[in-house]
T-cell receptor, first 117, second 116 residues
Framework: AQTVTQSQPEMSVQEAETVTLSCTYDTSENNYYLFWYKQPPSRQMILVIRQEAYKQQNATENRFSVNFQKAAKSFSLKISDSQLGDTAMYFCAFMKPNLPQGGKLIFGQGTELSVKP | GAVVSQHPSWVICKSGTSVKIECRSLDFQATTMFWYRQFPKQSLMLMATSNEGSKATYEQGVEKDKFLINHASLTLSTLTVTSAHPEDSSFYIC????????????FGDGTRLSIL
């Protein structure tokens, strides 16, 4: 069974600074997807970034980038130029592709990020 | 706009009643949908996989008779919490994958269930 671990329950960062959220996972699969989701107080799930395991290049989306280390089973999220609107709970998630066996998201415990002015 | 509509967004009811939550895919067909449960300050836990035209697949520890799932059409899955009790109070959220590769996953806005 797959597991996802986020070891930082809470993090804080000053506005405009950079912060890195950690995530490790365990799987015997070779092909899979990894995601970072943001959940603001509204509790809406917002996709921040995704990474396909077969791609060696780290994914980037504007101020958000990941450091994907497949051998180490590590998938950290870097937020650059932090903004007040980045304040939220962040979840790392694992997914096997292809229905019907795949498609389920396995979430980490979450990291509550506070961006301070 | 939202591609997955979840209704209601908030429901309060008395202990012992049954509550139905709808998850509807808009502008696309979803043969599979997923239901998650989230307690305050905790992560999302997968409850079950809803399969159109067949029985749902429940995760270990989830009571099938308590959480009834019906996926009667390609755009609608429902979760019914039967004989709800205060311990069933939680945030329930559904998701629907777009396409066979499951990309992207679209989430509903969730339902906050409070049982008095």
């Amino acid at each position: 069974a797959q597991t996802v671990t986020q070891s930082q329950p809470e993090m804080s960062v000053q506005e405009a600074e950079t912060v890195t959220l950690s995530c490790t996972y365990d799987t015997s699969e070779n092909n899979y997807y990894l995601f970072w989701y943001k959940q603001p107080p509204s509790r809406q799930m917002i996709l921040v970034i995704r990474q396909e395991a077969y791609k060696q290049q780290n994914a980037t989306e504007n101020r958000f980038s990941v450091n994907f280390q497949k051998a180490a089973k590590s998938f950290s999220l870097k937020i650059s130029d932090s903004q007040l609107g980045d304040t939220a709970m962040y979840f790392c998630a694992f997914m096997k592709p292809n229905l019907p066996q795949g498609g389920k998201l396995i979430f980490g415990q979450g990291t509550e990020l506070s961006v301070k002015p | 706009g939202a591609v997955v509509s979840q209704h209601p967004s908030w429901v309060i009811c008395k202990s012992g009643t049954s509550v139905k939550i709808e998850c509807r895919s808009l502008d696309f067909q979803a043969t599979t949908m997923f239901w998650y449960r989230q307690f305050p300050k905790q992560s999302l836990m997968l409850m079950a996989t809803s399969n159109e035209g067949s029985k749902a697949t429940y995760e270990q520890g989830v009571e099938k008779d308590k959480f009834l799932i019906n996926h009667a059409s390609l755009t609608l899955s429902t979760l019914t919490v039967t004989s709800a009790h205060p311990e069933d109070s939680s945030f329930y959220i559904c998701s629907a994958p777009l396409g066979r590769s499951n990309q992207p996953q679209h989430f509903g806005d969730g339902t906050r269930l409070s049982i008095l």
